[in-house]
């Protein structure tokens, strides 16, 4: 069966024009490590890994000639690695029949080790937890069938650009992506490193600020990047960014294994050197129209890439008498070939914003960078200075 990629997919497949293999290549995968403590039934797992893909219709799709191809059934096996060798990342080769890898490690006799690997291309964070949680629940026991498959997705999401591009060229149209504002050069350096930005206590001031200006994290979050950059732009009245949002707006889909996500261009006003309401309002509409007037990415321009993701990992997956928890997560693995500034903000189960910080070096180098974070308007030094 042959189905229309998504957006995702299309914008993804998009970046091996300019850098091969990128995002067809065997790290760009989500990942996760799983703590299970109690007794294990493997074969049970192993069983349950199988109607886990027997179920959905994505775990047996490749892409081939820019199409989804969903096979009626593909060979999976669970997979039984050393506790000592790395598990959190593990390739997971994109023209593999199943884009999904499950990894068992034995610590003794009532603890395992469960890891489950993920092409990209195929996935979000949300489908990473869903997967776990129902791979989780057909240990326990038979599950009804699945409300929606990731190809109906496709199809539907195809229908409704094409309902709305009429409306989504007026809007783009309307959006400055001239005199963009950018950072003076600086030489190629690239760099890749996750700190802490923002404490548990710095976190709860951003809620605060977000509920008191109409907000959401991310766009507040934003907003406050773009000031923190403010005194390396140099002339321009626009500043562009991008991210990946989630479109999950019916019930089917929530929790739908499947990369349900539209890249974003943004392009902010100039921002001001402190940041205020009316700023964050302004952003906040922006991110609202590229939203809702989604199409093929409208430019080449490269940008900063900005993304948050609360800590939405499941907690206490029951494996019948025995429990897992997740220990360890991550996204596609570094292999040195960052370009543009991508900062991916993750809030912690300690309430803690960390932050994968990666880039080439040029215009915003990794000392830049670093200057960006430690000047966030909420940091304890610099609360006052946010209205």
């Known amino acids: 069966m042959r189905k229309p990629l998504a ?3 299309r914008f993804a497949l998009g970046f091996d024009a300019d850098e091969p293999g990128w995002s067809t290549g065997p790290w760009f995968t989500m990942n996760a490590v799983v703590d299970v ?7 049970r797992l192993e069983q349950a890994y199988r109607q886990l893909v027997d179920r ?16 009626p059934e593909v060979p999976v096996e669970l997979e039984l690695a050393d506790a000592s060798a790395e598990l959190l990342h593990a390739p997971v080769e994109f023209t593999a029949l199943s884009p999904l890898r499950v990894r068992l490690a034995k610590v003794d006799k009532d603890r395992h080790l469960l890891c489950v690997h993920i092409h990209h291309m195929m996935a979000d964070p949300v489908t990473l937890w869903a997967l776990l949680a129902e791979l989780a629940a057909l240990y326990r026991g038979p599950l009804p069938a699945p409300m929606a ?18 409306a989504a060229e007026a809007w783009w149209r309307r959006v400055a992506f001239t005199d963009l504002a950018v950072p003076s050069p600086t030489p190629e350096a ?18 605060r600020f977000s509920r008191k200006n109409r907000s959401t994290m991310f766009v507040s979050l934003l907003a406050g990047i773009a000031c923190a950059m403010q005194p390396y732009l140099g002339p321009g009245d626009n500043v562009l960014f991008n991210t990946l949002l989630s479109r999950r707006n019916r019930i089917e889909w929530r929790a739908m294994p499947g990369p349900c996500t539209v890249p974003a261009f943004m392009p902010l006003p100039r921002p001001p050197a402190t940041l205020t309401g009316d700023y964050v309002a302004v952003v906040r509409d922006v991110v609202l129209g590229a939203q809702q007037n989604v199409m093929d990415p409208p430019t080449n321009v490269p940008c900063p890439f900005i993304e948050y993701l609360p800590d939405s990992r499941p907690q206490d997956l029951s494996f019948g008498a025995a429990t897992g928890s997740v220990v360890d997560a991550a996204g596609p693995r570094d292999i ?7 900062i991916r903000a993750r809030r ?6 960390f932050a994968h910080l990666s880039g080439d070096g040029i215009g915003w180098s990794k ?14 030094d610099r609360v006052s200075e946010v209205s």
Do not use: K, M
Not at 37 to 43: E, Q, Y
Not at 149 to 166: I, K, M, P, S, V
């Open 190 to 207: 690239g760099f890749a490193l996750r700190q802490r930005v923002l404490t548990a206590d710095e976190v709860t001031e951003v809620e």
């Open 336 to 342: 040195g070939r960052a370009h543009a500034l991508g």
């Open 56 to 71: 959905n219709a994505l775990l047996r799709t490749r892409i081939e000639d820019d199409t989804q191809v969903i096979r």
């Open 367 to 380: 000392e830049r960078t670093s200057a960006v974070c430690a000047t966030l308007p909420w940091r304890v």
């Open 149 to 166: 498959q990731f190809w109906q997705y496709a199809e539907d999401q195809a229908r409704l650009l094409e309902d709305g591009r009429t």
């Open 7 to 9: 957006v995702w997919q």
């Open 37 to 43: 403590r109690g007794p294990l039934d493997v074969r």
């Open 348 to 353: 912690t189960a300690d309430g803690e914003l």
